[in-house]
């Protein structure tokens, strides 16, 4: 039997401790030991069609496929699913709304690189792009640190408005928004842009030493959010750097290899600093990975067996 799990299944079973702390584990995986295959095929008209094949973690008794449709116009813009199958016997274990999926891992992930980014103490966040990847970097990132301001832009000025209340209240911290990206950062020590932009948001001279940026948008070629002149002086972390060169933050710059410092991984494993310095700007930059939807699927089902969560379905009854 499969078990179906919906967006509401998954938001009811999801907590952002144990999630954090599986990415954490498969971050920290020596190199290798985590399995990553993507590919991205446009589609006639606006949307294109993304497959990350397999998703694999040392430990985990699974395998992910997932498959995705993107289209910036609808809402929702991701529309997909996630199967996890068994890694001894193929057996299709649990099929996933990939939006939530994708959402909550890519979200829990940054948060955890943030975190590890920012200048300790550096709570007041700045963010770009009020939408579900903004709110669940905020959720991680509330588990992980003290947040004392938050600051909101968005070209729908209702939404960010929503999402700052929303995100103060619950918080317990000032909260307020912002005509646009560059007001947004003026006094922030952290800084989140999740958005569709195709032109850069901020420059270097919009943001003030000692800041931390993590940019979600910049995951395929097209998408930028951050100009040339700014990640050229910053210290830049990705999620994988052959990525970040051929579609990621680092493509989209027109920057090469050596413009990266490392990847999160080489970073929570001690083999590259961090933060060098408390005036430098850094940042973050995921593309994101397949083992990563595994490690929250694994996640997922597992809690679902044990709430007794989900529909079982039989398809091969």
Not at 213 to 238: F, N, P, Y
Not at 269 to 296: I, K, N, S
Request: proline share 5%; with cysteine.
């Amino acid at each position: 039997m499969t078990l179906l799990l919906n967006r509401t299944d998954l938001e009811r079973l999801l907590e952002p401790s144990p999630i954090i702390a599986a990415l954490r584990t498969g971050f920290t995986a020596e190199p290798g030991e985590t399995g990553a295959r993507r590919v991205v095929t446009a589609l006639p008209g606006p949307g294109s069609a993304t497959a990350l094949i397999p998703g694999l973690v040392t430990g985990v008794p699974a395998y992910t496929v997932k498959v995705n449709a993107k289209f910036p116009d609808s809402r929702p813009a991701l529309r997909g699913v996630v199967c996890l199958h068994d890694l001894d016997s193929g057996e299709l274990l649990a099929l996933l709304d990939s939006a939530t999926v994708t959402a909550w891992r890519t979200g829990l992930a940054a948060a955890l690189g943030t975190d590890a980014l920012a200048r300790r103490g550096g709570g007041n966040v700045a963010v770009i792009g009020a939408g579900a990847q903004s709110d669940l970097v905020l959720f991680g990132l509330g588990a992980l640190r003290d947040v004392t301001g938050l600051t909101v832009a968005d070209l729908d000025a209702g939404r960010a408005a929503a999402f700052a209340e929303r995100h103060g209240e619950r918080l317990g911290v000032p909260s307020g928004t912002a005509a646009d990206a560059r007001a947004a950062v003026e006094g922030a020590d952290i800084v989140i842009t999740a958005t569709w932009a195709r032109r850069p948001l901020l420059h270097a001279a919009d943001i003030a030493p000692g800041t931390h940026i993590t940019s979600l948008g910049a995951d395929e070629r097209g998408k930028t959010e951050l100009a040339s002149d700014l990640l050229e002086h910053a210290r830049v972390v990705v999620d994988d750097v052959p990525l970040a060169v051929d579609m990621g933050v680092l493509a989209t710059a027109g920057l090469s290899v050596r413009h990266a410092a490392g990847t999160l991984g080489d970073l929570l494993r001690g083999e590259v600093p961090g933060r060098v310095r408390d005036e430098e700007v850094t940042v973050y930059a995921p593309v994101g990975l397949p083992w990563q939807d595994l490690a929250l699927s694994w996640t997922a089902y597992r809690a679902a067996r044990e709430a007794g969560a989900g529909t079982s379905f039989d398809f091969l009854g």
